[in-house]
C-alpha cells in the first residue's frame, strides 16, 4: 500500500532522509524505530503528503502522491487515520466537542448524528465517562485516548498511522494505549507506529524498521530484531534488559 523509492528529504540545508526505500503492505503492523531527529515523524508526513520529498518517489495505493493536487492528497489523506505526537486536543473545548469538531467539519452529519456517533467513538477508546472533562482534567493516558477516538471521527481508515502514542506515559497507560492500537486495528487492518520504545513496539508490530542517518538499518521480524548484533539495535534493546527482572 505504501511505497518509498529513494526518498530523500531536507529542511532546508539540512538532509534528513538520504534515498531512503521501503514498502509497506495495507495489513502488516509495522514499528519505525529510531533516536530523536532521525526522521520518524518526517516519514509519516510524507506518507500524508504534508510535505513533499526533494527527490524520490511516494507510491500510496499505486499512485505517486508527490505530484498530486491538494483536492486529490484529501482522498489519499482520507484512507489514514493519524494520531500526531502529543495527540494535541483543543483546550477549550470538551472531550465530547473534540471529537464532535472533526465530525462538523468533515461530515453532513445532524447534530443528533454527531452525538451519538462521538459517543460510539468515546465507548471504543473507553472514554464514554468522560463527555464533559475538559482536556486539562485528563491523565496523560485519557488525553491519548480522546486523540485516537478523534483521529477516527470522520471516516473507516484502512490503516492507522501513531506518532509516539506511549511517550510520556506511565507503564500501565502506556500498555493500555498499546492493547487499543491492536483492538482498532483488529485482523485485517495494518498500522504503522513510530516510536523510540522497543518494548511498546513489540506489544503492537510484528515487523520492525530501524531508521539511522536517513536510512533503513533494519529490516525484520521480532526474531531478528531481538537477535540483531548491531551496535545500534543492541543499544535500543538495553531498554528490555533493564525491564526484565534481574536473574
Ligand atoms: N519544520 C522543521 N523545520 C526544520 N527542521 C525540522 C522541522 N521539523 C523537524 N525538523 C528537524 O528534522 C529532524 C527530523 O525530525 P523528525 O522527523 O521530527 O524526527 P523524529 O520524529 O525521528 O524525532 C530533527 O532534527 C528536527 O529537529
Ligand atoms: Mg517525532
Redesign the pocket.
Known amino acids: 500500500m505504501i511505497l518509498f523509492d529513494r526518498v530523500s528529504f531536507s529542511?532546508?540545508l539540512?538532509p534528513?532522509l538520504d534515498g531512503l526505500s521501503f514498502s509497506i503492505g495495507a495489513q502488516e503492523r509495522v514499528a519505525v524505530l529510531?533516536?530523536?531527529?532521525?526522521?520518524?515523524?518526517?516519514?509519516l508526513?510524507l506518507i500524508m503528503g504534508l510535505i513533499k520529498p526533494d527527490s524520490g518517489a511516494i507510491l500510496v495505493d499505486g499512485e505517486d502522491i508527490t505530484i498530486k493536487c491538494e483536492a486529490h492528497l484529501r482522498e489519499v489523506r482520507m484512507k489514514f487515520s493519524l494520531v500526531f505526537?502529543e495527540g494535541a486536543l483543543f483546550d477549550s473545548l470538551s472531550v465530547k466537542e473534540n471529537v464532535a469538531f472533526c465530525l462538523r467539519e468533515y461530515t453532513k452529519m445532524s447534530e443528533e448524528e454527531i452525538d451519538g456517533r462521538v459517543r460510539e467513538l468515546l465507548r471504543v477508546v473507553g472514554m464514554e465517562h468522560a463527555l464533559e472533562r475538559m482536556p486539562d482534567e485528563l491523565s496523560g493516558g485519557m488525553h491519548r485516548r480522546v486523540a485516537i477516538a478523534r483521529s477516527l471521527a470522520a471516516y473507516d481508515p484502512l490503516m492507522f498511522l501513531y506518532?509516539?502514542p506511549t511517550s510520556g506515559l506511565d507503564p500501565i497507560s502506556a500498555d493500555m494505549i498499546c492493547r487499543l492500537i491492536l483492538e482498532l486495528a483488529g485482523g485485517r487492518r495494518g498500522l504503522i507506529m513510530?516510536t523510540h520504545k522497543v518494548s511498546d513496539a513489540l506489544k503492537v508490530a510484528d515487523r520492525f524498521m530501524f531508521?539511522k542517518a536517513g536510512r533503513v538499518l533494519f529490516d525484520g521480524d521480532r526474531e531478528r530484531l531481538v537477535r540483531s548484533t548491531l551496535p545500534e539495535i543492541r543499544m535500543f534493546m538495553r531498554e528490555l534488559e533493564c525491564l526484565s527482572p534481574a536473574e
Not at 34 to 43: R, V
Request: aromatic fraction near 4%; include cysteine; glycine fraction near 24%.
Open positions: 529542511y532546508g539540512c534528513i529510531g533516536g530523536s531527529g532521525e526522521g520518524k515523524t518526517t516519514i508526513k505526537q506518532d509516539e513510530v531508521l
